[in-house]
């Protein structure tokens, strides 16, 4: 085997520019493999990260409607939904990995919300302590809700950014009061994703899944809900996932266990989670069956590459007749020349598969830097490129091979 190699290695610096112009189509070909297997895997990374926001994880189980966030804006409390008990909020936290479980009241858009002259367009929320954890917010300035604002109930509140912004417009806003639904609240702090994305809002549909990024919310203690509407109200929820994969099961059992503390007749109201990971997946679907196209063609120029093996390697043998027809004189079996010439096609490809590995790798950062691709390696791909390469030597130089294994020594002595 070693010797093998050796000679191979050795036939192949004996003819640098052949081996060279032989190998580029296997380089092409591998080279445009990586570089559109990186887009693909780069592309379907930002998809998930701009749907889902990276390392965010968070699952969100909505009260719903027909499939709709149930809209309290026109509809009473609905039948047969309570409250949720602190049994079924146990149920959820021993949701397989599951590392946060949070309560939020509905979402309540333009809510009556003044600074001064300064009315809030935005959203309103009431979140209990753990609420902030399991979206995927951190502080920004000032402090989160305390255990006393719940026992309390005091009227403090938290915004975002973009109420931040709205409402004082660069002011420093700790400890500022803003009118609540006629009630005086305390600013304490101010918060912001741990991950912020660019959302584009093109459909309705799109407009119900970010509406709760996409225009600011203001956050006050979920104990204050009741000051504010007069009554209690079902809640919502939020789970934060140990990792994105794990998002859609997730989603799919908490829905499951809230379902049961639903008891109404027919099923129009009931929880549904908001499943990114599946908008995501259709999203790289679509994505990937373009690029698979992109594949196929880039397999042509491997096919290329190797009928251009094949037409070297039959050179070779020709070339080396006479070496052939003394190495079987002396006793050389007909396996040992079959191997020494796959040997040399193998490993002139594999070499070709290295150069294309590399190449690939160049030529993706140099496309995403320049055309602001997203791309990202797969070590996989890499490694399976190489092998397919030293496969194609082995599938196009097995006719060569077995051309030289079957020379008559006495014919091959003869020949000049």
């Not at 209990?128 to 509140?157: C, I, M, N, Q």
């Not at 809900?225 to 859609?248: C, G, H, K, Y």
């Amino acid at each position: 085997m070693f010797e093998n190699l050796a000679l191979a290695f050795q036939g192949i610096w004996s003819h640098k520019l052949r081996s060279f112009l032989t190998m580029l189509g296997i380089i092409i070909g591998i080279a445009s493999i990586i570089t559109i297997v990186s887009t693909i895997k780069g592309t379907n990374e930002q998809i998930k990260e701009n749907l889902i926001g990276s390392g965010n994880n968070a699952v969100t189980v909505l009260l719903s409607q027909d499939s709709w966030e149930y809209d309290w804006e026109w509809s009473p409390i609905p039948d047969g939904v309570a409250p949720i008990r602190e049994d079924t909020l146990q149920a959820l936290r021993d949701i397989e990995n599951v590392e946060e479980v949070s309560l939020f009241s509905r979402r309540r858009y333009n809510s009556q919300v003044y600074y001064q002259n300064t009315a809030f367009n935005g959203f309103l929320i009431g979140a209990d302590e753990h609420y902030f954890d399991a979206a995927g917010y951190k502080l920004s300035y000032g402090r989160l809700f305390l255990p006393e604002d719940f026992t309390d109930f005091r009227k403090a509140v938290l915004l975002d950014g973009q109420a931040c912004t709205a409402l004082f417009a660069g002011a420093y806003p700790i400890g500022q009061i803003l009118e609540i639904q006629g009630e005086p609240f305390t600013v304490v702090g101010v918060v912001e994703k741990r991950q912020s994305t660019a959302l584009e809002i093109e459909t309705l549909q799109d407009y119900y899944t970010y509406a709760d990024t996409s225009g600011g919310a203001v956050f006050v203690p979920l104990s204050d809900w009741p000051i504010l509407f007069r009554f209690d109200e079902p809640q919502n929820v939020v789970l934060r996932a140990a990792s994105t994969d794990d998002m859609t099961s997730i989603g799919q059992k908490a829905e499951e266990i809230l379902k049961a503390q639903v008891s109404r007749p027919d099923d129009t109201i009931a929880y549904k989670s908001e499943n990114l990971m599946e908008q995501a997946e259709q999203l790289q679907a679509l994505a990937n069956s373009t690029n698979r196209q992109l594949l196929w063609i880039a397999g042509i120029s491997l096919l290329v590459g190797g009928i251009g093996v094949m037409n070297i390697m039959l050179v070779t043998v020709t070339e080396r007749t006479r070496e052939i027809g003394l190495k079987k004189a002396i006793g050389a079996r007909k396996r040992r020349i079959l191997w020494q010439f796959l040997t040399e096609a193998a490993a002139l490809t594999s070499i070709g598969g290295l150069l294309g590995v590399i190449a690939g790798i160049v030529f993706s950062r140099v496309i995403s830097s320049v055309s602001g691709t997203p791309s990202a390696i797969s070590i996989p791909a890499s490694a399976v490129a190489v092998v397919f390469s030293m496969l194609i030597g082995i599938l196009f130089g097995m006719i060569p091979a077995v051309k030289a294994a079957n020379l008559n020594p006495i014919e091959a002595l003869r020949r000049e």
